[in-house]
């Protein structure tokens, strides 16, 4: 929960253009989200930035490498807009809860409201990540899972 709250304070306009700090910034919430991302997910798949950030070791095409970039500004995209919706639900929460007497019903249309909105956030990636896979033909396949293995490690690690 501490974590979305982190997520939630970004500067969504900040956040618009699709730079690496841009990218980092959003970043921070799937390492931390509460569906174990990187243990479950992307230890194997880590998606289309990563793999424009190893487009030399991948020997993506030029074709490759618009499509990726064409991934990663959808997920990123994708990825503003969850967050905005994630602080308009966790405002209209904060808002319901504060008052005297709550409606209990309020509340827990307010927390299924910032639950669907995390669960956006968790579900919006994963397409991206699986079609930025898919765009490598075999060998570059090959050469992904070692790199892929690789950076999981070395995150564990150190």
């Known amino acids: ?6 997520v939630a304070s970004l500067g969504v306009g900040r956040a618009q253009t699709t730079n690496g700090s841009a990218m980092a910034k959003i970043h921070v919430y799937f390492v931390r989200h509460s569906l174990g991302f990187p243990a479950n997910f992307y230890q194997f798949h880590p998606g289309p930035h990563w793999d424009l950030m190893h487009a030399a070791a991948l020997h993506l095409t ?26 308009h639900a966790y405002r209209r929460y904060r808002s319901d809860a ?5 409606s209990v019903r309020t ?6 409201s910032v639950a669907h909105a995390q669960a956006y956030l968790g579900y919006e990636m ?3 990540h699986i079609k930025g896979y898919r765009v490598l033909d075999p ?10 293995r690789e950076n999981w490690l070395h995150k564990m690690h150190g």
Do not use: F, W
Request: proline share 5%; hydrophobic share 50%; net charge positive.
């Open 1 to 6: 929960m501490a974590a979305v709250l982190a």
């Open 139 to 148: 060998s570059q396949k090959t050469v992904y899972h070692h790199l892929a």
């Open 98 to 102: 504060s008052v005297p007497d709550p």
């Open 107 to 112: 509340l827990i249309k307010d927390v299924r």
């Open 126 to 128: 994963i397409p991206y």
């Open 62 to 87: 030029a074709a490759q490498i618009r499509e990726e970039r064409r991934l990663r500004v959808g997920m990123m995209r994708a990825t503003i807009k969850g967050v905005a919706a994630l602080k």
